[in-house]
């Protein structure tokens, strides 16, 4: 989105090599005969070879984030992506009262997949004319969580049941002011992935001897019944990148620098990240400088910039992204320990 301009537009780029093309579904035709459909969600993954195949406007004289420029036989239009339709929601999180550069952010702070919720342009002008409250329209929560147990004496505070003979199907009790619940652990969810890992495939005795070999430390991806049935009627699969990592002990660092006269104070080295990848990593921290104030620390690897993810950037090209800006630049940034546990569970 380019800034002042109320017809700016921008173009995601994603892979459509996410898996089987599994078209978003309406849950009705229509509210109470009034001509309002409902939300269709679409879950979109791309590389940085590939594009999104749609843009992101916002247009005089029209409400909303209006998609536009669907590109035949592009990722957006086999998901079933419509021009005119109005984006809702991004990752869960209700958008349609941002503005517009707040809602591209969102989208490119996404990385490699994001979920959409949109309506039809005709149902969003309807339920606009009628005053409804669009985000009363959208399920309250949909993201699946990642919980990280730390195991007491008791153990991690929680069990697995499961049918009997039928493998990858596990629901969680939750003990009470357990371990598993001050990690966030919903009562009743359902168990999706062990340290990174999908549980689809294994029985009852498998899951218990993996949980053993976890020692005292472990993680899960979990579901609650509601979020599980949400992405089932939806047709989607739920993964470890759509998830609430509120409840996690690892954390990203936003630091916001202004340019002093000696600069910034650090250097952008390119090298191998944990997963084998290309990355940027921040070293030569100078005391007291702009960096240093700010709470860089050695070692940290570079997320985005300004908002916007630098993944498949190379090392030139995120160099001008940090410059762009003369005076000053906002990096999002995680230390090693952290970025090896994401990396670990994917």
Same mark, same amino acid.
Request: hydrophobic share 35%; proline share 4%; aromatic share 6%.
């Given at each position: 989105?380019?800034?002042?301009?109320?017809?700016?537009?921008?173009?995601?780029?994603f892979?459509?090599?996410?898996? *089987?093309?599994?078209?978003?579904?309406?849950?009705?035709?229509d509210?109470?005969?009034?001509?309002?459909?409902?939300?269709r969600?679409?879950?979109?993954?791309?590389?940085?070879?590939?594009?999104?195949?749609?843009?992101?406007?916002?247009?005089?004289g029209?409400?909303?984030?209006?998609?536009?420029?669907?590109?035949l036989?592009?990722?957006?239009q086999?998901?079933?992506?419509?021009d005119?339709d109005?984006?809702?929601?991004?990752?869960?999180?209700?958008?349609?009262?941002?503005?517009?550069?707040?809602?591209?952010?969102k989208?490119?702070?996404?990385?490699?997949?994001?979920?959409?919720?949109?309506?039809?342009?005709?149902?969003?002008?309807?339920?606009?004319?009628?005053?409804?409250?669009?985000?009363?329209?959208?399920?309250?929560?949909i993201?699946?969580?990642?919980?990280?147990?730390?195991?007491?004496?008791?153990?991690?505070?929680?069990?697995?049941?499961?049918?009997?003979?039928?493998?990858?199907?596990?629901?969680?009790?939750?003990?009470?002011?357990?371990?598993?619940?001050?990690?966030?652990?919903?009562?009743?969810?359902?168990?999706?992935?062990?340290?990174?890992?999908?549980?689809?495939?294994?029985?009852?005795?498998?899951?218990?001897?993996k949980?053993?070999?976890?020692?005292?430390?472990?993680?899960?991806?979990?579901?609650?019944?509601?979020?599980?049935?949400?992405y089932?009627?939806?047709?989607?699969?739920?993964?470890?990148?759509?998830?609430?990592?509120?409840?996690?002990?690892?954390?990203v660092?936003?630091?916001?620098?202004?340019k002093?006269?000696?600069?910034?104070?650090?250097?952008?080295?390119?090298?191998?990240?944990?997963?084998?990848?290309?990355?940027?990593?921040?070293?030569?921290?100078?005391?007291?400088?702009?960096?240093?104030?700010?709470?860089?620390?050695?070692?940290?690897r570079?997320?985005?910039?300004?908002?916007e993810? *630098?993944?498949?950037?190379d090392?030139?090209?995120?160099v001008?992204?940090?410059c762009?800006?003369?005076?000053?630049?906002?990096?999002?940034?995680?230390?090693?320990?952290?970025?090896e546990?994401?990396?670990s569970?994917?």
């Amino acid at each position: 989105g380019l800034e002042g301009d109320k017809k700016s537009i921008i173009k995601f780029e994603f892979n459509p090599k996410d898996g *089987i093309d599994n078209p978003a579904l309406s849950l009705a035709e229509d509210m109470g005969g009034e001509g309002v459909g409902e939300p269709r969600f679409y879950l979109l993954s791309k590389d940085s070879t590939e594009t999104f195949g749609f843009c992101l406007h916002e247009e005089l004289g029209c409400q909303g984030h209006i998609i536009r420029q669907v590109e035949l036989g592009g990722l957006a239009q086999r998901r079933g992506l419509q021009d005119g339709d109005r984006l809702l929601q991004v990752n869960g999180h209700f958008v349609d009262h941002m503005d517009h550069r707040t809602v591209v952010q969102k989208i490119k702070a996404s990385g490699n997949q994001v979920l959409l919720a949109v309506l039809d342009g005709g149902s969003y002008e309807a339920a606009k004319a009628l005053g409804r409250d669009l985000s009363q329209m959208l399920p309250a929560d949909i993201r699946p969580r990642l919980c990280h147990i730390t195991r007491d004496k008791s153990g991690f505070g929680f069990s697995v049941s499961g049918p009997e003979g039928v493998k990858g199907t596990f629901q969680l009790s939750v003990r009470q002011d357990g371990p598993a619940e001050r990690a966030g652990v919903p009562p009743g969810s359902w168990l999706l992935e062990l340290n990174g890992a999908s549980v689809r495939s294994y029985s009852h005795a498998q899951l218990t001897r993996k949980l053993k070999q976890s020692g005292n430390k472990v993680t899960l991806l979990v579901a609650s019944s509601a979020v599980e049935e949400f992405y089932r009627l939806q047709g989607l699969r739920i993964t470890a990148a759509l998830a609430d990592t509120s409840w996690l002990p690892f954390k990203v660092r936003e630091l916001h620098m202004v340019k002093g006269p000696a600069g910034y104070g650090f250097l952008l080295k390119e090298d191998d990240c944990i997963s084998g990848a290309i990355g940027q990593f921040l070293w030569d921290v100078d005391a007291g400088l702009p960096a240093d104030q700010a709470g860089m620390k050695e070692g940290d690897r570079l997320l985005a910039v300004n908002g916007e993810s *630098i993944e498949g950037l190379d090392h030139h090209q995120t160099v001008l992204r940090i410059c762009a800006r003369d005076d000053q630049v906002t990096l999002l940034v995680i230390d090693p320990a952290g970025d090896e546990f994401y990396q670990s569970v994917g």
